[in-house]
């Protein structure tokens, strides 16, 4: 009897393990990280203000792999717990925490955001409020609308699959603003993080409960032309060959001027890749 009572507290407690070793740690029950982000600001003093890890992706860290990211490629926080502040001068604003935090780059500098609040989707009407919320903040601080803010009323406001954009407002400074609204049901697969796993969850039903994502564009358009091609045929000798991010962290405020290169002509700029800068002719 004592033999079998053993073997039977043996196997709880292995299960009660097994349990605790895939329990899923939800970052949403502690205080959310404030990271605060401006348009054009450097990867490097992104990495400062923030206290960010470079190194090794960690999962719900805060950590930025400036090896593996290229000069262009996105710097991505999913299934953290943040609170998100923009800083645009009288026109910053910020958002309630929310996982998800998608920062574009190029060349080193932040060229947008896109960011989504809130731990879980939520009803229509949560969102609608909180949206009007938004614009309205938004407008006070001097963010002028350039398209509809027709917030979605109901289904038949959203797109065969479940989404709807709104909300395109514009900064003084050129930045631009773009809200969407997505049922979470008929979202990408790789959202599925913002549930803890649900065996009856369908994808590509609608779930009635939606996603609001808040994407922000600094309106600048050359830096290929002016940064990205011109330091790839500085270090390569190929506009097309990537650049580790660590390069423009390490030398943030590169420029091809700074580098002896000179402008390419006009005819050159019609070719693809092109660079508006090049490597001088005197150049040993």
């Known amino acids: 009897m004592k033999t079998r009572l053993s073997i039977f507290v043996f196997v709880i407690c292995a299960l009660y393990g097994v349990q605790l070793m895939f329990k899923r740690n939800d970052p949403a029950t502690g205080e959310p990280r404030n990271i605060e982000v401006a348009m054009g600001m450097t990867i490097k003093d992104l990495i400062e203000k923030n206290r960010l890890e470079t190194g090794l992706r960690v999962a719900q860290g805060y950590t930025v792999d400036v090896d593996k990211l290229t000069d262009v490629m996105p710097i991505f926080f999913d299934d953290n717990w943040i609170k998100f ?65 027709r917030i979605p009323v109901s289904q038949d406001d959203f797109d065969a699959s479940g989404k709807s954009l709104f909300g395109a407002m514009k900064a003084s400074s050129g930045s631009e603003i773009m809200m969407t609204l997505r049922d979470y049901g008929l979202g990408p697969k790789h959202e599925s993080f913002l549930l803890l796993p649900d065996p009856n969850f369908k994808m590509a039903e609608r779930s ?12 600048v358009r050359d830096y290929y032309e002016n940064l990205v091609y011109p330091r790839r045929i500085f270090e390569t000798g190929d506009p097309t060959k990537a650049l580790p991010l660590r390069q423009w962290i390490e030398y943030p405020d590169w420029t091809p001027e700074k580098a002896g290169m000179v402008p390419t002509t006009a005819k050159e700029r019609t070719m693809p890749d092109a660079s508006n800068w090049k490597m001088s002719p005197n150049h040993p």
């Open 85 to 149: 502040h923009l800083l645009a001068g009288e026109q910053s604003f910020e958002l309630p925490p929310g996982r998800t935090l998608q920062i574009s780059q190029r060349a080193g500098h932040v060229i947008g955001i896109s960011f989504r609040p809130f731990a879980q989707p939520r009803p229509l009407d949560e969102m609608r409020a909180y949206a009007k919320e938004l614009i309205s903040l938004l407008e006070k601080k001097g963010w002028q609308p350039t398209g509809s803010s």
């Open 208 to 219: 009635h409960t939606y996603l609001l994502e808040v994407d922000v564009y600094d309106g």
